[in-house]
Each structure stands twice: as C-alpha cells, then as structure tokens.
C-alpha cells in the first residue's frame, strides 16, 4: 500500500495560477509506474483525466488544460506536481493524484484524498 498526499490547492483568481503536489511515501520505490498523475471531479460531472505521466515520452493532457497545465516528477522527493497556469473558472474541482505501479505481475492503483481548486471570476 502507497499512501498518496496532495497538497497545494485553494482558491485563486480566473487567469492566476497553483501547483500541486501530490507526494508519495517510500513504499513507492518498491515499484515501477506505469501512471501517476491527476484527475479532477466538479460537482455533478465524472471524474475526468487531466494530466498523466506514462512510459511514453511527453505527458498525456487533456484537452481542456493543454497549454495551461503542465505535470512533472521529482524522483528525489517521491513527488509529482501540477503547475496550473490561466486558470479559468471551469477548472474548479476536487483535484485527485492517482499512481498506478508494478512491482514484476504484483501492480496497485493508489489514490489521494484530493484537494480543492477554485477558480473565481
């Protein structure tokens, strides 16, 4: 079990920006991801993808942040982060970190408790 931890969210103007963190515990070096990055929920909508890290060379984007948002990792803190820029008031949701690791056939898929963005007119 990998306990996930986002931090980083509040509430902000339309066109300002946040970065979140979504921090992992030392369990996560036991293995090798496959995806971790952030979904999002509003109310009334589905959770929807929004910026992942795969084994693919450029990170996956949703259309609806590419060019605004942009995930990356830090291998060293166990951490991946989301840096969200021109925010707009459509982006407000609780925003949820997500890993899904392998270690050989033994895989899991670990979520965090989410963090609330908001994004004013």
């Known amino acids: 079990q990998v306990q996930l931890v986002e931090s980083g969210g509040g509430l902000v103007q339309s066109g300002g920006s946040l970065r979140l963190s979504c921090e992992a515990d030392?369990?996560?070096?036991?293995?090798?991801?496959?995806?971790w990055g952030w979904y999002r929920q509003a109310p009334g909508n589905q959770r929807e993808r929004v910026a992942v890290?795969?084994?693919?060379?450029?990170?996956n984007y949703a259309d609806f942040v590419k060019d605004r948002f942009t995930v990356s990792r830090d291998n060293a803190k166990n951490t991946v982060y989301l840096q969200m820029n021109r925010l707009k008031p459509d982006d407000t949701a609780v925003y949820f970190c997500?890993?899904?690791?392998?270690?050989?056939?033994?895989?899991?898929?670990?979520w965090g408790q989410g963090t609330q963005v908001t994004v004013s007119s």
């Open positions: 030392r369990r996560v070096s036991q293995y090798n991801f496959v995806h």
């Open positions: 890290i795969t084994s693919a060379v450029t990170p």
């Open positions: 997500n890993l899904r690791g392998c270690s050989g056939s033994v895989c899991g898929n670990w």
